[in-house]
């Protein structure tokens, strides 16, 4: 489909770089297939009103999301929010930049970049204990002396 939803109703999307496909992982596919009853058009939405049509943004968010990240502990998720996290998260598997920004559908890598990608503690963590480890390691130049054979060794 190349339309989009926005309050409600579907609409032409905002720009090109809207015009877009997401791919979804196997198990995401898994979970929103499930959300369909079966002999249900195959077509129809997966989240909808009760005849059908697009839910408003706002209800999406009240009816869906904050019900379910209420269930699951978590507080101040929206839509900006999970753009946020999403590209976040790309990054921190090695996403390369070009593919988060036509993920995102953004025009400009310094959009995607500058405003979408944040930092994960424990990726800073595991950064600096990098770092740390090349400092204090034995040095590539540093001779050690065998204690058996009385060699040397360069390492």
């Known amino acids: 489909m190349t339309q989009s939803v926005y309050d ?11 015009k877009r496909s997401i791919p979804l992982g196997a198990k995401s596919i898994e ?3 499930a959300r369909k009853p079966a002999g249900v058009n195959p077509d129809a939405l997966v ?6 049509t697009p839910l408003d943004r706002h209800n999406l968010v009240n009816r869906q999301l904050k019900p379910t990240c209420k269930k699951l502990g978590l507080t101040g998720v929206g ?7 999403n590209a976040t998260l ?8 070009g593919t ?9 890598s310094d959009v995607t970049r500058d405003v979408y990608l944040h930092s994960i503690p424990a990726d800073a963590r595991a950064a ?6 090349l400092l204090i390691r034995p040095k590539l130049t540093q001779v050690v002396e065998f204690e058996k054979t009385g060699n040397s060794l360069i390492q």
Do not use: C, M, N, Y
């Open 79 to 85: 839509w900006h929010w999970l753009r946020h996290a």
């Open 100 to 108: 988060v920004q036509a993920l995102l559908g953004h025009s400009s």
């Open 31 to 33: 979970i929103l297939a």
């Open 8 to 18: 409600g109703h579907f609409d032409e999307p905002k720009s090109q770089r809207s």
């Open 90 to 97: 790309l990054d921190a598997v090695g996403t390369p930049l």
């Open 128 to 133: 600096v204990q990098k770092v740390e480890d």
């Open 47 to 52: 989240f909808s009103t009760d005849t059908g």
